[in-house]
């Protein structure tokens, strides 16, 4: 098959404008809510209350424990059935969030468990509020010592995101897919689709090793 310019620069504008937003709003709107509820999930799992800690514990093994896909047609299909509905997209974005929250979790967790104890020791001789503490201290630098692994967990959603498309949503690759099934001309749709997760994936992964070197040498 040759290469055809002329169907290319006629399928450019609406695979840029419609499918990529796509794509760029699930991987924001999922990474944001990973990265929030991610943080909230490794503070619970720390909780002295079995009772909290267990339960959120168990929960995230299970998430982690689970393919991607089965969640979202859990949400998407079976949900419904007792009256939750929403839309597709945001199915997707909740979906992805919800996914990658439990492994943000451990990101946070462990960043948490690298500050030193000494800090610990010193707030509680110096009887400081525990949420003082935990807000003013211990989680700014966890979370900063978190963002190299945080910054990996973004390209993995953004990649991950054209999973979405078993629930209907039309991003960058499924809006490639149809217009090559309208035009049996799958070249230049697909070529194109791969070429932008190439040009925002890999200057990214750049991003976040300088990033992760930078962190190191502070």
Do not use: C
Not at 10 to 17: A, D, F, K, R
Not at 25 to 35: E, I, N, R
Not at 86 to 102: D, F, N, P, Q, R
Not at 131 to 144: C, D, E, K, M
């Amino acid at each position: 098959m040759i290469w055809d310019w002329n169907w290319t620069w006629q399928i450019l504008p609406e695979l840029l404008t419609q499918g990529l937003l796509v794509t760029v709003q699930a991987t924001v709107g999922g990474a944001l809510l990973a990265f929030v509820l991610g943080l909230f999930v490794a503070v619970l799992r720390r909780s002295r209350r079995r009772w909290i800690s267990g339960p959120v514990g168990a929960v995230t093994e299970f998430i982690r424990s689970t393919p991607l896909l089965v969640q979202l047609f859990v949400v998407y299909y079976v949900l419904p059935d007792f009256g939750i509905t929403m839309t597709a997209l945001t199915t997707g974005i909740i979906g992805l969030g919800v996914h990658y929250a439990a492994y943000t979790s451990e990101v946070y967790r462990a960043g948490i468990e690298g500050v030193p104890k000494g800090q610990w020791e010193a707030a509680v001789a110096l009887n400081m509020p525990r949420h003082f503490v935990w807000f003013s201290i211990i989680l700014p630098q966890a979370v900063r010592r978190s963002l190299p692994a945080l910054g990996n967990y973004l390209v993995a959603i953004f990649k991950e995101s054209p999973q979405l498309s078993v629930i209907t949503v039309v991003d960058v690759v499924g809006l490639a897919r149809e217009l090559g099934s309208e035009s049996f001309r799958y070249l230049e749709p697909m070529t194109i689709a791969g070429l932008f997760f190439l040009i925002i994936a890999i200057p990214a992964s750049i991003l976040v090793r300088r990033l992760e070197r930078r962190l190191d040498h502070t």
